[in-house]
C-alpha cells in the first residue's frame, strides 16, 4: 500500500507561481510512475505530467512550457513546479502512483490516489 499526501496549492494571482509537493509513504516508490492529474467539478479528470521510475517526463501540451515535473526518490516525493499560472490551471490537483509500464496518461491505470489540493488562479 502507498499512501499519497498533496501539499503546496493556494490561491494565487494568474502569473504566479507554485510548486506542489506529493510526499509518499508506506513503500518506495523508486520503481512508479508518478502523475499529477486535475479536476474541475463537472468535468472528467485530466491529465497533467507524469514522470517514469527511468525520469522520463511528459506533460500536457496545455502545460508544455509552464510546468514541469520532477522526483526525489531519497524523499519519496514527486514535485510539480507550476510557473505562469492561468486562471484555466484552477483545479483540484491530484498525485498518483501506478506500476512501472503503465500508459501514463489514463487515470485508470493508477492504483494510488492522494487526496488533492487546490490551486485557484485569480485574473
Known amino acids: 500500500q502507498v499512501q499519497l499526501v498533496e501539499s503546496g496549492g493556494g490561491l494565487v494571482q494568474a502569473g504566479a507561481s507554485l510548486r506542489l509537493s506529493c510526499a509518499a509513504s508506506?513503500?518506495?516508490?523508486?520503481?512508479?510512475?508518478m502523475g499529477w492529474f486535475r479536476q474541475v467539478p463537472g468535468k472528467e479528470r485530466e491529465f497533467v505530467a507524469a514522470?517514469?521510475?527511468?525520469?522520463?517526463?511528459y506533460h500536457a501540451d496545455s502545460v508544455k512550457g509552464r510546468f514541469t515535473i520532477s522526483r526525489d526518490n531519497a524523499k519519496n516525493t514527486v514535485y510539480l513546479q507550476m510557473n505562469s499560472l492561468k486562471p484555466e490551471d484552477t483545479a483540484v490537483y491530484y498525485c498518483?502512483?501506478?506500476?512501472?509500464?503503465?500508459?501514463?496518461?489514463?487515470?485508470?491505470?493508477?492504483?494510488?490516489w492522494g487526496q488533492g489540493t487546490q490551486v485557484t488562479a485569480s485574473s
Open positions: 508506506g513503500r518506495t516508490i523508486t520503481s512508479s510512475t
Open positions: 498518483a502512483a501506478g506500476s512501472i509500464y503503465i500508459t501514463y496518461y489514463l487515470s485508470t491505470q493508477y492504483d494510488y
Open positions: 514522470i517514469r521510475s527511468g525520469g522520463s517526463r
